[in-house]
């Protein structure tokens, strides 16, 4: 049974940081991806940053660029997602998520088709 865990939300003043952390058990496929979303109540679940397991590349939604650095541990178990230099308008419920691979073309890393698992996610809340 695959189990993504987050950890690591609270609450900050703005300009603080966070570090999330996500425990990822039992996949047995073939992993693309892993991701950070961010959703709030209302509103889509947003891409916040994304890493290719095989080459470590990862992408950024535009508002987090600079300030955010996502990572995964060499065995694939832990993801985490450093948040410096943090915005109210950071606040929210962050996702951790997990691709398979092959994954469609079509999806970019921060899309949310591009991803089958999802964690139950933890709660950012940043205040001005």
């Known amino acids: 049974q695959v189990k993504l865990l987050e950890s690591g939300g609270g609450s900050v003043q703005a300009g603080g940081s966070l570090r999330l952390s996500c425990a990822v058990s039992?996949?047995?496929?073939?992993?693309?991806?892993m991701g950070w979303f961010r959703q709030v109540p209302g509103k889509e679940r947003q891409g916040v940053a994304g890493?290719?397991?095989?080459?470590?590349?990862?992408y950024y939604g535009d508002s987090v660029k600079g300030r955010f650095t996502i990572s995964l541990t060499n065995d694939h178990k832990t993801l985490t997602l450093q948040m410096d230099s943090l915005k109210p308008e950071d606040t929210g419920t962050y996702y951790c998520?997990?691709?398979?691979?092959?994954?469609?073309?079509?999806?970019?890393?921060?899309?949310?088709?591009?991803?089958?698992?999802w964690g139950q996610g933890t709660q950012v809340t940043v205040s001005s």
């Open positions: 039992g996949i047995t496929y073939e992993r693309c991806c």
């Open positions: 998520a997990s691709g398979k691979s092959p994954t469609p073309s079509w999806y970019s890393i921060l899309d949310v088709g591009k991803f089958q698992d």
């Open positions: 890493i290719y397991v095989k080459s470590r590349d990862a």
